[in-house]
């Protein structure tokens, strides 16, 4: 009966240890944090904004970029993080998504294009991870590397004047505001390829560009690093690229914009 009972009570724990494995792997979705909801703000519609990117690497065509997709491989997919920090390392996207705290967030994503549309982003604060890393004194900046495939990205072939890999950078204040999402889903779901899966970034006050996709280094360092697009026109595309109607583009206003899926009609910023 004692062997009988150690039998039992072996199968529960191998039992329980299982449930424990299966809850261990998080699935989306994630619950929406209210605090991060837009009441006065519609949802763009999904399809509309899955068929409209801007993903250089794979397309200038912004209805194209989904169709040449297919060869990007995401998965396994890890990140380097490094530079000025006590604690280097290589994650996995997947360690992340398991042991980071998920949630959802409702954020108006505004282009320097002068069109914008309101999205529900997955994923977790930039600062969790940065805290993880524990950056140096003399770290001012945030450095953020996208991969660079030239057999699975059409695009870097078309375009081999430009100064690939694409780069961007924060001050890390900013890298560190809460607002500053590593997202890795939207719509409830895993990132898609064009929307710069598995994992990106995004801040949601500064223009689209700034919202670096398909993330394999962060790098902590004291200088302002350059970025692809202040390199190619500074004028154009500062390093600091905070969304202001007051501050026109070189070549357009930037006090109204139009909606996606919603072109005719232009609302102020």
Known sequence: MFLKELGFLGAAALMARALEAAEATKKYPFPRTKEYELPNLKMSDENEVATWNNFYEFS???????????????????????????????????????????????????CVEAWSMVVP??????RKLIEKA??????????????LRRDEMPGLV?????????????RMDEAMHPLTLVAT?????????????PV?????????YKSI?????????????????????????????????????????QATEWMLGNQDVRVRT
């Not at 982003?121 to 930039?126: C, D, P, R, V, Y």
């Not at 078309?158 to 924060?170: A, N, Q, R, S």
């Not at 692809?228 to 500074?234: F, I, K, T, Y």
């Open 185 to 197: 889903g939207i719509y409830g779901k895993a990132m898609p390829k064009q929307h710069g899966a």
């Open 121 to 126: 982003w997955t994923g977790f604060e930039l």
């Open 134 to 147: 524990q950056p140096k004194a003399e770290a001012k900046f945030v450095r953020f590397v996208t991969a």
């Open 158 to 170: 078309k375009l081999p004047e430009y100064p690939w890999p694409y780069t961007e950078g924060l």
């Open 60 to 110: 200038t065509g912004k209805r194209e970029v989904h169709r040449l997709t297919g060869k990007f491989t995401i998965d396994p997919w890890k990140i380097e993080v490094g530079g000025l920090c006590e604690k280097p390392m290589a994650i996995d996207v997947k360690e992340l998504i398991d042991t980071m705290p998920m949630e959802e967030r409702v954020y108006r994503f505004r």
């Open 213 to 253: 996709k398909s993330v394999v280094k962060i790098e902590f360092v004291a200088k302002q690093p350059a970025t692809l697009w202040e390199s190619l026109a500074p004028e154009e595309y500062p390093f600091e690229s905070n969304v202001n109607p007051n501050v026109p583009h070189p070549r357009w206003s």
């Open 200 to 208: 990106r970034i995004v801040v949601p006050w500064k223009y689209g």
